[in-house]
């Protein structure tokens, strides 16, 4: 970053809520079934995996409507596609928006592309306006977010923030044994009229759009929700060991039974975690596995795992490190190891950020309320380069990586206009 004043001061101009009223609902929703056909499932779901062909002709797709808008194409080494609405100082550090454009095998319409095409939107909507913002936007679609062909996910974002080394990234491979490298020549060719970028441009700051996932805006009946950041997480891998006896010769007082063992710790944890009374714990046992696992055998070893997340780094810390002796305490007469596989600390987004996004909600009459997002996004890595903010917009049920995956058009719309005037706001910082 250059030494650029920090993207907060306040904008009371009229020309974002002017850019905001030339969101088309219409069009918006009209692309959303557009993209949905790349990867279309049979039960009107998405299954448009990272680097794949369907990904490509999406990828096509996003460029015939920029080009259409004027806008020059970038992609950079990892294939990061970049759009670019030129400033009036085209020296200055751009402002970035955007998601991704991959999905889960049975995803839905909406995750990650929402991100993209409201960014789009937005872009249209400014140029509609007749505006020419100072400072350059880039729209960008990141790859691999989702990291359920090609393991782990935000790739593309973890490359472009340094946080993993471009040539380690490349050599990821997908169950059919197939690396990234492979992969990146179908994915330039989806964009010929794209430059290469081989250089990162710093953004100033970055902003993206999503759907929940969860189901707090439904349940309030508000259209945008300003994310507060992201929650960390804390995964663990527990095994307990006992011994393994004949079920119908050995009396309680001989058993070193690992699954007693186990259902006591798993009744103690949860009576700690969710006895907090704390809303924003999430506390997880997702997998058992019992050994022998034979009917008439005591258990000999359990093992299990738990997913701890919480958006506050102190809780995060506290409960985290009372899972062992917690374990410990009731293993009774079967030995016990907990081992931490997976740390990461929660992002807390900057307050002029989400509140530069609470400004333009209110500028233009949106009801919002703010909120932590309890999954993990591309945004996470930008946090670490520049200011950066969320925005999210009601899902059905809450549901996401499903096919049943819905969002009104309604609210579709209005996430985008609350990112127009924040994105027009910032460009003219
Ligand atoms: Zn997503």
Same mark, same amino acid.
């Given at each position: ?7 907060? $001061? ?18 918006? !929703?009209? /692309? ?15 299954? /448009?995996? #990272? ?7 999406? /990828? ?36 970035? @928006?955007?998601?991704?454009? %991959? ?7 909406? =995750? ?16 509609? $306006? ?10 960008? #679609?990141? +790859? ?22 471009? *040539? ?6 997908? !169950?059919?044994?197939?690396?990234? $490298? ?26 993206? #759009? ?8 439904? $349940?309030?009946? &508000? ?10 997480? /804390? ?27 186990? &259902? ?23 997998? &058992? ?8 055998? +005591?258990?000999?070893? +359990?093992?299990?795992?738990? %997913? ?12 985290? %490190? ?15 190891? @907990? ?64 096919? *049943?995956? !819905?969002?009104?058009? &309604? ?13 027009? =706001?910032?460009?003219?910082?």
């Amino acid at each position: 970053m250059t030494a650029e004043p920090a993207p907060s $001061a306040v904008s009371a101009d009229p020309i974002p809520i002017q850019a905001a009223a030339q969101v088309d609902q219409d069009r918006l !929703w009209r /692309r959303h079934e557009i993209m949905a056909r790349f990867g279309a499932r049979p039960d009107g779901g998405v299954n /448009r995996q #990272a680097f794949s062909d369907d990904e490509a002709h999406a /990828r096509t797709q996003l460029e015939r409507w920029t080009s259409a808008l004027g806008l020059q194409g970038h992609v950079d080494p990892i294939t990061n596609l970049f759009f670019r609405l030129e400033g009036r100082r085209p020296d200055l550090a751009p402002v970035l @928006v955007g998601s991704h454009i %991959d999905s889960q095998p049975a995803g839905g319409r909406f =995750d990650g592309i929402y991100g993209v095409l409201a960014g789009l939107e937005a872009l249209e909507a400014i140029r509609a $306006a007749g505006i020419t913002p100072r400072r350059p936007i880039e729209l960008v #679609a990141w +790859v691999n977010e989702e990291g359920s062909s090609f393991s782990p996910g935000m790739t593309g974002s973890a490359v472009f923030a340094g946080a993993e080394d471009l *040539e380690s990234a490349l050599q990821h491979r997908n !169950w059919a044994g197939e690396t990234i $490298a492979e992969r990146i020549g179908p994915m330039l060719r989806a964009t010929p009229l794209a430059h290469r970028r081989s250089r990162r441009v710093d953004p100033f700051a970055y902003l993206e #759009a999503h759907i929940e996932q969860g189901p707090q805006l439904e $349940a309030a009946d &508000v259209p945008v929700g300003i994310v507060t950041g992201i929650q960390g997480a /804390r995964w663990f891998d527990v095994e307990v060991t006992g011994e393994a006896a004949h079920a119908g010769t050995t009396p309680l007082g001989k058993r070193r039974d690992a699954l007693s063992g186990a &259902v006591r710790m798993i009744e103690r944890l949860e009576a700690h975690f969710w006895g907090a009374g704390d809303p924003d714990m999430r506390f997880t046992v997702g997998r &058992v596995e019992v050994g022998p696992g034979a009917p008439n055998t +005591v258990p000999e070893r +359990v093992f299990f795992t738990i %997913d701890f997340r919480h958006p506050d780094r102190k809780v995060l810390s506290a409960f985290g %490190d009372a899972i062992e002796p917690i374990c410990w305490d009731q293993r009774g007469r079967c030995a016990v190891r @907990v081992v931490e596989t997976q740390h990461s600390a929660p992002v807390t987004f900057p307050e002029a950020m989400t509140d530069r996004l609470a400004r333009a909600a209110g500028a233009l009459a949106i009801p919002s309320l703010t909120l932590p997002s309890g999954a993990n996004h591309d945004a996470k890595f930008l946090a670490g380069l520049c200011p950066t903010a969320m925005l999210f917009i009601p899902c059905r049920n809450g549901v996401s990586h499903n096919p *049943e995956e !819905w969002a009104e058009p &309604v609210h579709v719309a209005a996430g985008a206009r609350v990112l127009t005037h924040a994105l027009v =706001d910032l460009a003219a910082a």
